[in-house]
């Protein structure tokens, strides 16, 4: 009896420390990373598609929104590319180990984001999407404006913050994204290509996943709150224009005779009957990140991801 009553007070104790712990993490807000709900290795899974099969229109019946998933294959390759290298080159700068091991990982899934998008891109141009001379422009245009430019010094440092904070806020966006891709039943419903599904829902299940990384590393290197609101709403002003423009001209490139004739009305459509998301998310969600106290943790848990990811054909493939 003596024994029961032992454990159950140490139980009790347990619960009292971790309810207090909770509320302390919920006041010190963004200053600190709540690991204790999502304390996981985030690595690089490797993984491969096979795109033989794959056709022009693979989200059937709905030519605009394959356009729009297309974007993911044409311009995030690029960016993610950036943002990695912005990322290994601010781990120099990092002394905690939890968020240096982060890091690591987080370079390692973006490289084979961008490959895997790579692969997917040379397969829609072998078919008749000749987008290769766009690709080039992005990939020049990201270059120029995200490249670390040669700078040295206190100049270097600061450009870094910058580009850091920019990152961050497009993090958020690609998170909030990733979890639309994981809840988009009517993806499955339109008949979408399975491939070409799993390859979003991946990557959107790891933009989850990872979805604090960057926020956690500008906020270690930098922290500046007025920094943060700024690049964030430059993050938001730049990617919405992108996502419009790649996606017209990637309509427009489409050889197809039955692509239908306006792809404005197409996108109206598409947006009404929730087969893309929404592009007012990039207004909706700024008040949010914007908040002082905000962390993306806040966005929700992460399980549906995880459990994605424990069961994706591509990932299975190679376990």
């Not at 909030?176 to 039943?185: F, M």
């Given at each position: 009896m003596q024994h029961i009553l032992s454990n159950c007070c140490c139980n009790i104790a347990i619960q009292f420390v971790a309810l207090y712990v909770r509320g302390m993490v919920e006041k010190l807000g963004a200053t600190e990373r709540p690991y204790c709900n999502e304390a996981h290795a985030i690595h690089a899974r490797d993984v491969h598609f096979d795109f033989s099969s794959v056709p022009m229109h693979y989200i059937p019946g709905e030519?605009?929104?394959?356009?729009i998933v297309n974007v993911m294959h044409l311009v995030l390759p690029e960016?993610?590319?950036?943002?990695?290298?912005?990322?290994a080159e601010a781990l120099p700068h990092i002394d905690d180990p939890r968020l240096r091991e982060e890091v690591q990982g987080f370079?390692?899934?973006?490289?084979?984001?961008?490959?895997?998008?790579?692969?997917a891109r040379q397969h829609?141009?072998?078919?008749?999407l000749d987008a290769e001379g766009y690709v080039a422009k992005i990939a020049w245009l990201i270059d120029r404006i995200l490249g670390d430019h040669g700078l040295t010094g206190r100049?270097?440092?600061?450009?870094?913050?910058?580009?850091?904070?920019l990152f961050a806020g497009m993090e958020h966006f690609t998170a909030?994204?990733?979890?639309?891709?994981?809840?988009?039943?009517i993806l499955e419903e339109k008949g979408m290509h399975p491939t070409m599904l799993d390859l979003i829902r991946w990557h959107g299940a790891e933009e989850v996943e990872h979805r604090s990384v960057v926020f956690d590393a500008f906020m270690y290197v930098d922290g500046s709150y007025a920094r943060r609101a700024r690049t964030a709403i430059l993050a938001a002003a730049t990617l919405l224009p992108v996502f419009i423009v790649s996606t017209a001209y990637l309509y427009g490139k489409d050889p197809s005779t039955d692509k239908g004739r306006f792809w404005g009305w197409q996108f109206v459509s598409a947006t009404a009957?929730?087969?893309?998301?929404?592009?007012?998310?990039?207004?909706?969600?700024m008040p949010r990140y914007l908040r002082p106290g905000f962390h993306p943790t806040q966005l929700?848990?992460?399980?549906?991801?995880?459990r994605y990811l424990a069961h994706s054909p591509a990932a299975r493939s190679q376990s």
């Open positions: 030519v605009l929104a394959t356009h960016g993610e590319r950036a943002m990695a290298m912005a990322l370079v390692g899934q973006e490289t084979m984001h961008a490959n895997s998008h790579d692969q829609l141009q072998s078919i008749g100049a270097k440092e600061e450009w870094l913050k910058e580009r850091l904070g909030v994204l990733g979890e639309w891709l994981l809840n988009a039943d009957r929730g087969v893309i998301p929404s592009f007012t998310t990039f207004f909706t969600e929700g848990t992460m399980d549906k991801a995880i």
